[in-house]
């Protein structure tokens, strides 16, 4: 049976040569001035070689008060147009449909003057937004006319106006942040007046021949906001305007989990509200919503639910996922945990890079040589370093040797993923520990590496990659044997009674990982934090919602809680203004965090070559640890 996936689709004389989209996507990559960069070229270059039916280049701002987080490409003047066409030139080169989406953050930016239809801040952590006045509002207008007028002088096949997640016009559309009593606020038809007259303003500067897409939450899921009842109506009407196709995400700021879906939300969650929209419109439709599994995606496509499938963080796992899907090869492709690393990195304005994909962000000048003289390398360790130092080690022709103390390859990667929510991590450790052995990469499990050992295999190099040991500090009571290491919990080498109250020290990410886990079994759990969040190392979607279901499933979360002793049946801790409290437990587990292991072993083989990696050197997250192995295999 032929795949769906790959049947050609014209939309408005735009020739697409399969069903697989690129959506927008921030990168960090352009410059803090708004242009295209070198980076950003070869980025978007190695995506269109993979395979991929149509690309819709990240949000880019339509105005000079528009700031997102820095930084993101520019469109409103004349001075951005040479370097938009060197990136269209480089996608169309390679045969692939490309376009802009254009992008107002409205009340979201965070830099600058937060604008939005009302004065109603986003939290009450942020700042009062200023309320546009009726000559600001057409002003944009014009904003969003000249910034597409000049994506199609660059030679883009497309523009796509950025209307979901409760940025600018889908700030006018909500009712949670439109309370005006004018023409533009109230009624739907009021409220969505802001959408429709951009495609308005747009179809008049750059001919009704230049196609608009439009990308819409099919609803906020948001208490108050709207739903898809509403949208499906918007979308009628943009269609009257000549919004050639409708892409359809879903949330809001407080709905984090359904645009960016994190690991722990089911694939296809919006999907139900793009197949709403389809039944009501004549015009394409794009479904999105981690939908990188092949089967799940051929059968919205044949049972009508959408017209065309995104698949997003998916290429930036693996450029070449839909070469490698329509070729047979789906073994190969680089599963995307959907960790959100990449967002949370673009987020706090830095560059994004990628937990399983070492090429991410360096796609001009990443290439994995031959080496001049293959060697005897020896890895030790098997965690997220070690597994990819031996990986690309291979790849360049060493003989390679891995070895791990534990029965299983993984470390940190084998107890990520017993975390209910982060099953996801196990997919990419089984990807890497496959791919290792069909590389003929020589695995060695269960044993502990010594000096001997080293002498005895007389490797060319060494690679220490032997991760971190538990941080234990200098709390009385930490000898007692109902005090134990909390991935010792996770990994199930320890049995925990139905009814056990357990405390656990330390609300970083293993902390809460192991709440998560015990939920259902002990009676009792409780997380003490010094710091006053817990959370860290865990990024913010991915947070926002682990948090918020770990205190519904009865997990105390103590912060400003610092453990000064644990004592038979309970331990106690203090608070900032110096007052002692108790609490009654059966165990304690520690997850306070790291501390490098990787030295001792290193210092003892004088004369040989030797990286020291990854957490053995300083604990860190997996993005950290992908990049330093690849480093090291590129560089032994």
Known sequence: MASLLFEPLEIAGIRLPNRLVMPPMGTGLPDHEGFVT???????RRRAQGGIGLISIEASLVSPDAYG????????EEKYVRGLRRLAEAVQEEGVP????????????????????SAVPLSPRTPVPHALSIDEIHELLGYYARSALHCREAGYDFVEVHGAHCYLPCEFLSPLSNRRQDEYGGSLENRARFMLEIVGAIREACGEDFP?????SGEEGAEGGFGVEETTQVARWLEEAGVVCLSVSGGNWYALHLTIPPMSVERGVLVPAAARIKQAISIP?????????????????????????????????DADWALKVREGRRGEIRPCIACNACVDLVARAEEARCAVNPEVGRDGTWAVEPAPAPRRVMVVGSGPSGMEAARIARLRGHDVSLWERDPVLGGKLDVASRAPSKGMVLRFNEYQS????????????????????VESEAPDAVIVATGAAPLVPPIPGLEHPDVVDAQEILLERLHIAAGERVAIIGGSATGCET?????????????LEMLPTVGRGIELITRQRLIKELKASGVRILTDAKVTAVEPGRLVYERPDGTTETLAVDRVALAIGWRPRGHHLAGALNGRQVQVIGDALTPADFVAAINVGANAGLSV
């Open 69 to 76: 987080v820095g930084p993101e490409l520019r469109l409103h």
């Open 434 to 453: 496959r791919t290792l052995g069909e590389l003929g990469v020589d695995i060695h499990l269960g044993v502990e590496v010594t000096p001997a050992t």
């Open 285 to 317: 439709v794009i479904a999105a919503g981690r939908l990188d599994d092949v089967e799940l995606a051929e059968q919205i496509l044949a049972d009508g639910q959408a017209d065309l499938i995104a698949v997003g963080r998916a290429l930036i796992a």
């Open 515 to 527: 709440a998560e886990f015990l939920v259902g079994t002990a009676s009792e759990i409780a997380i």
């Open 98 to 117: 490309v376009g802009v989406q254009l992008w107002h953050p409205g009340r979201q930016t965070l830099l600058g003057t937060p604008i939005a239809p």
């Open 38 to 44: 070198d980076e950003t070229i070869a980025y978007y």
């Open 212 to 216: 608009i897409f439009f990308r819409i």
